[in-house]
């Protein structure tokens, strides 16, 4: 049973449109986190946030930026959507010894 | 740099034979260190974890992992492989950053499971 939840699960849209990615948790996390998941499957970290109002940069340079406003809440956000953005997306949180991960959002940018 | 190789691309099994996935890391401090399944179109499940202790770790479906720091592997194990076991098989170490750490994953072993 999902602790962390990701909406969409799928979406498909048209290059140039603005897209938010969902992630809530109902753990009471401080820290959260987006992967990406290239189609080699490799995992990948984008962003990161050890609490409200904290948001870093991750490993692997994404166009893409995140807000934290609520501890629950870390949206991720498309200004402009491209092809070379599809992927798919996960979300997770921490405590202090293990990472809860979300389902994903997997986007296609056509 | 810290970096996790999981030499498999493909493992296939008969259902009922035993597995092994194989996983070596790179990291200067004692790691710790992560396997996680991921079935198609899902995100991840944590299968077990070592920080500390004893070297051998128990998870959950019936997989274990052994830490051998002098070999810097931490393989998973399973006696006796299940139809649902097949699925992408992730292995990753947590690194040090800032107050927390980051997970740093190998590129995945996927477990094909033959009836």
């Known amino acids: 049973e999902a602790d962390i939840y990701q909406t969409p699960r799928y979406l498909v849209i048209g290059t140039g449109k603005k897209i938010t990615l969902e992630c809530s948790q109902t753990?009471?996390?401080?820290?959260m986190y987006w992967y990406q998941q290239d189609p080699g499957m490799e995992l990948h970290l984008i962003h990161y946030?050890?609490?409200?109002?904290?948001?870093e940069k991750g490993d692997l340079s994404s166009e893409s930026t995140v807000s934290r406003i609520r501890t629950e809440h870390f949206p991720l956000t498309l200004e402009s959507a491209r092809p070379s953005h599809t992927s798919q997306y996960l979300c997770?949180?921490?405590?202090?010894?293990?990472?809860?991960f979300g389902s994903g959002t997997r986007l296609t940018v056509v | 740099a810290q970096s996790v190789t999981q030499p498999d691309i493909h493992i296939t099994v008969s259902e009922g034979a035993s597995l092994e996935l194989r996983c070596n890391y790179s990291?200067?401090?004692?790691?710790?260190l992560f396997w996680y399944v991921q079935s198609p179109g899902q995100g991840l499940q944590l299968l077990l974890k070592?920080?500390?202790?004893?070297?051998l770790v128990q998870g959950i479906k019936g997989f274990e992992a052994e830490f051998k720091r002098s070999q810097s592997s931490f393989n998973l194990r399973k006696p006796s492989v299940h139809w649902s076991d097949a699925a992408e098989y992730f292995c990753?170490?947590?690194?040090?950053?800032?107050?927390?750490?980051?997970?740093?994953f190998g590129s995945g072993t996927r477990l094909l499971v033959r009836p």
């Open positions: 997770a949180s921490s405590e202090s010894y293990g990472y809860t």
């Open positions: 753990m009471g996390h401080d820290k």
């Open positions: 946030s050890y609490g409200v109002n904290s948001t």
């Open positions: 990291y200067g401090a004692t790691p710790y």
């Open positions: 070592y920080f500390s202790g004893d070297t």
């Open positions: 990753a170490v947590g690194t040090r950053m800032d107050s927390s750490y980051k997970l740093i």
